[in-house]
Each structure stands twice: as C-alpha cells, then as structure tokens.
C-alpha cells in the first residue's frame, strides 16, 4: 500500500469515526430514555431477551462472513457501555422491602435491583405505600411459595391499592437452623422465624419437639438470637443471614421440601406496556354478580376466548364478611384483540375487574431464602 491509499483509509476510519461518535451520543440519548421507562416500571436493566433481538436483526446487515463473528462482539461492547450508562442514570433508584438486611426479600430485591438503593420497612404493607406515596420507586414483595401457597397479605394489597405489577421473580428457598456461636443442636428448645418459614419447617420442628416463636421475617428472627444470647433460641433464616448477624448453622437445609421457592412480584406506580406478547401474563382481580353460576361463567369467558390460567383464588374481602373476591394470573396478551374481547365481556359478570399487573416471563433468581 502506498502512502495516498493509507491517507485516504485513514481518512475514510476519521470519516466513519465522526459518524460514530455522533451515533453513540443519539444511541445514549435513546438509552437515557429507556433507563427513564425502566425506573418509572421497576424494570432490570438487563434484559437477555432483547439484547438477542438487537444482534440478530442488526447481523443481518451483515453479508461478510469474515466479519459477523466481529460485528456480534461490536453489539456486545456497545450494549455493554449502554448498560453502564443506564446503571448510572439508575443509581438513585429506591427499592423498598420487608424486613431488615438480609431478610429474603431484602436478598430478591438486591438480585433483582442491584443497582438500587435498598429500603426497609417494617411490614408488607409498608413497603407497598412508600411506592403508593412516591418515596420510593419500586417495592419487591413475596406474593406466592411453592409449599404453602400464597401471601394473602400482598394479594389484599394488590386488590385494595393502585400499584401495577410489572416482573416476577422465583427464588429457590433453603432454610437452615441458627444459633449463637457454641451453642449445639441438642440444646436447642425454641425457634423463631417468620410464620411461613415455620410452616415450611413444620416438619423438622415437630420431629425435634421445638417451641416456635413468630418473627415479622427471618432477618428480624435471626437479630433476635443474637441480641437474645441464649443458647437454647434458634432461628430458621438463610445462610446469608448468619453472616449478617454473627450465627452458626446448627443444622442446614431443615425445609421440608427440596423443591420450596418463592415467587417474588416488583411493583411501580406505572404498568409495564412493553411484554413481548409471545411471553406475556398478566393479573385479574374481580369480584362477581351475587347470582348463581356467576363465578363460574365468568371463569368460562376467560377460557372461551383462548386464555389459561395458571392460578385462580378466592380471598375475604375485609369489609363484607362472608364476600369474596378472586384472583386469576393467566397465560396470555390481555393487549390483543382476544384479550380485549375478553375482558369487555368478563365485565358483564363482574362486579368489579381490575388488571393488576402485566409481565414477562418469569425469571430465576438462583439459590437463596425465603421471607
């Protein structure tokens, strides 16, 4: 190559450099605006499934084999600053939980959030009205648990508030027994923890013939031992917890079942508009016509029109005794033209109907806790 066909590559690599540059200051400014829809819904920042869209749409730009190896890792690296960039628009974001560090759902919501500022509070209902009144962002309640059903509590809150459901969350659940250093499992006489905790350790609680005591959660449960400094209090809580709190496991995987895992909801001020409706689901709340056969023809309009349910429960409304209201998660696009068939027609079984929540699909949070 001689020198004019160097000036001029490096002029064409200036050129293109420049074109760049301009490029990435409007890539960042869409991505300044998607941090911005994320805050408002409580939303990751990472999002796999989306970032599988972008390489293969933009790869088929692509017609050099030589290069589409190169071009993938290009996309990578920008998405990768993109991140970044939304993790720092994103810091102030504020996440309130139940309990205190190292309570289950204060661990769902650092996975689930980890660029966020953490908040505690006292109770489920809490947590749910600091995002109601605006002092924070988002709140990461347990709403369901693999061995007990679900939490009646955040299901009430669902219905009787005016926050949206935007993502769930699984987390696999194992307990372990803890005590205060030295202290040995043959001198154990009572445990503490929250009241589904010992319900998924009924078992080994019985088998041992321990005393239980509730705790508001398993952190709370845990502080407790150690500032009661007893050797005969235990609590069940997460092995995370026993680092927090300076405990010993005196026994290790005391929950009933292998399979226990929570199912954790994010709630914002905002609904999530934006689920692929090939992974969508979404949340029913509805109270029926006082006639008979009410609930079950409504039940047999969601079915009429396509639509599964992967759940459908009934709680006591408070303020009614011997009333109801249901619940119902379903499979499915509440968006489409079926979805909106079907909830125009479902309104002329109900009472009341509200949607309480949109979301993809469910995301596994790996080994952890229970609240």
């Not at 139940?98 to 489920?124: K, M, N, T």
């Not at 299901?155 to 987390?171: E, I, K, R, S």
């Not at 290790?252 to 508009?273: C, W």
Request: charged share 25%; aromatic share 8%; glycine share 8%.
């Amino acid at each position: 190559m001689d020198d004019n066909r160097l000036q001029a590559a490096r002029a064409a690599i200036g050129e293109a450099d420049r074109e760049m540059a301009r490029l990435f200051l409007k890539r960042m400014e869409a991505a300044r605006d998607i941090a911005a829809y994320k805050r408002e819904r409580g939303l990751p920042i990472v999002d796999p499934a989306q970032e599988r869209v972008v390489i293969e749409r933009n790869l088929a730009l692509i017609g050099d084999d030589e290069l589409r190896g190169l071009y993938v890792r290009f996309l990578q690296n920008v998405m990768d600053v993109s991140k970044i960039y939304q993790r720092r628009l994103m810091e102030g974001v504020r996440v309130a939980y139940s309990g205190v560090e190292g309570a289950f759902a204060h661990i769902a919501a650092r996975r689930i959030f980890p660029e966020a500022q953490a908040v505690s509070c006292l109770d489920f209902q809490s947590a749910y009205e600091a995002v109601e009144s605006g002092e924070c962002d988002v709140c990461v309640l347990p709403v369901e648990n693999s061995y007990v059903g679900e939490v009646g509590q955040v299901t009430d809150l669902m219905f009787n508030g005016t926050l949206h459901v935007t993502g769930m969350y699984a987390l696999p659940v194992t307990h372990h027994l803890l005590g205060l250093p030295g202290a040995e499992l043959s001198g154990v006489r009572q445990v503490v923890s929250h009241p589904q905790a010992l319900s998924q350790c009924a078992g080994y609680i019985r088998r041992h013939g321990f005393e239980t005591v509730e705790a508001s959660n398993t952190a709370r449960a845990a502080q407790s031992v150690k500032q009661a400094g007893d050797p005969s209090l235990a609590a069940i809580a997460s092995m995370e917890t026993a680092g927090l709190y300076g405990l010993q496991p005196l026994a290790q995987g005391v929950n009933d079942s292998g399979l226990n895992s929570t199912r954790f909801a994010v709630f914002s001020r905002a609904e999530n508009r934006q689920v692929p409706a090939q992974a969508a689901g979404f949340l029913l709340l509805f109270t029926v016509n006082h006639a008979a056969g009410a609930l079950a023809q409504a039940v047999g309009v969601i079915g009429k029109h396509g639509f599964n349910m992967r759940a459908l429960r009934s709680r006591p409304m408070k303020d009614l005794p011997w009333h109801y209201y249901f619940f119902a998660e379903i499979e499915g696009d509440d968006r489409s033209e079926a979805g909106r068939r079907m909830l125009d027609e479902l309104r002329a079984h109900c009472f009341s109907l509200k949607l309480a929540g949109r979301f993809g699909p469910e995301i596994n949070l790996k080994e952890g806790g229970e609240e």
